[in-house]
């Protein structure tokens, strides 16, 4: 499995921006996907965005606009830049590393917290 480590979260107001980042520790990781899900209380985890190994993003409906993912395969780091938060966008983030043609198991990080107040 490919160790992922997340940072960046916190709080943050109503339409603030916020920006994570996740640092994966892995050799191939150049030419494997990216993506991050989110988890809110009481709810299923969901698919915020997915990036490919070459950059081409997409995302959730309920993002769409507002959220960026973007990686740096020399640094080994994907991101996403959250903006026009929102109350419902408070939710625990993971970095995910699916499995794929060059990684053969998915991994997870521990998740980071996201709280936007009203």
């Known amino acids: 499995q490919v160790p992922l480590v997340e940072s960046g979260g916190g709080l943050v107001q109503r339409g603030g921006s916020l920006g994570l980042s996740c640092a994966a520790q892995e050799s191939l990781f150049k030419r494997n996907p990216m993506a991050w899900f989110r988890q809110a209380p009481g709810k299923q985890r969901e698919l915020v965005a997915t990036?490919?190994?070459?950059?081409?993003?997409t995302y959730g409906d309920s993002v769409k606009g507002r959220f960026t993912i973007s990686r740096d395969n020399d640094k080994k780091m994907v991101y996403l830049l959250l903006n026009g938060l929102e109350p419902e966008d408070t939710a625990v983030y993971y970095c995910?590393?699916?499995?794929?043609?060059?990684?053969?198991?998915?991994?997870w990080g521990q998740g980071i917290q996201v709280t936007v107040s009203s």
């Open positions: 995910h590393a699916p499995q794929s043609r060059y990684r053969k198991y998915e991994s």
């Open positions: 990036i490919t190994n070459d950059g081409l993003a």
